[in-house]
Structure formats: structure tokens, C-alpha cells
């Protein structure tokens, strides 16, 4: 494998920082998100994502993808993108299949 380069380690170091940070927090907000009313959970989705979709239009944001795309499409791509960056363990793979079933 090529060695890696003096930024790609500072990108890594800096995710870590930020990933050890955020873990306490993203648990308590998944434990209250359980706990809400499943039509609570549905609503409060619907609402936020109209309002990515607003800020999508209002700024104008191209994900790279096709430009013949809906704007809602180029929303759910620039929200997804940000995942990538967040690795995957047990607890988030089971958080998230239990959101689609």
C-alpha cells in the first residue's frame, strides 16, 4: 500500500477527536429517539428533511450528481455524503435497519 501522507494522517486524527466527542452525545440522541411515538419520529423526518430541502434550493448545493435531478434528490445525496465519514460498528447498523423495518 502507498504511505500515507502527512494530511490524510491529520484527517484521520482529527475524525478520531471529533468521533470521540460526538459518540456520548449520538447515543443519548438515538435512547430519546426511541423513545418518541413512532408518528412523532415520521413527522419530525418529514419536517427536517423539508427543511434540508429548503436550504438545498436557498443555496443551490449540486452533490455532483446529475443536474436533471430533483432538488430532493440532491439533498438526500448531500445529507448521505456526510455518512460516509462515520464508520460503521454493530450498534449503528442495528439503529439503522431498525428505522427501516
Request: proline share 7%.
Amino acid at each position: 500500500p502507498p504511505p500515507e501522507s502527512a494530511r490524510v494522517k491529520a484527517i484521520v486524527s482529527i475524525l478520531r477527536i471529533v468521533l470521540w466527542v460526538i459518540a456520548p452525545l449520538e447515543w443519548m440522541m438515538v435512547g430519546v429517539w426511541e423513545l418518541l411515538p413512532l408518528m412523532w419520529r415520521y413527522r419530525l423526518t418529514q419536517i427536517l428533511f423539508r427543511f434540508l430541502v429548503f436550504v438545498v434550493r436557498v443555496l443551490g448545493i449540486r452533490w455532483g450528481l446529475d443536474p436533471s435531478l430533483s432538488i430532493e434528490a440532491h439533498a438526500l445525496a448531500f445529507v448521505m455524503g456526510f455518512g460516509r465519514y462515520l464508520p460503521l460498528n454493530l450498534r449503528r447498523i442495528r439503529f439503522g435497519l431498525s428505522c427501516v423495518a
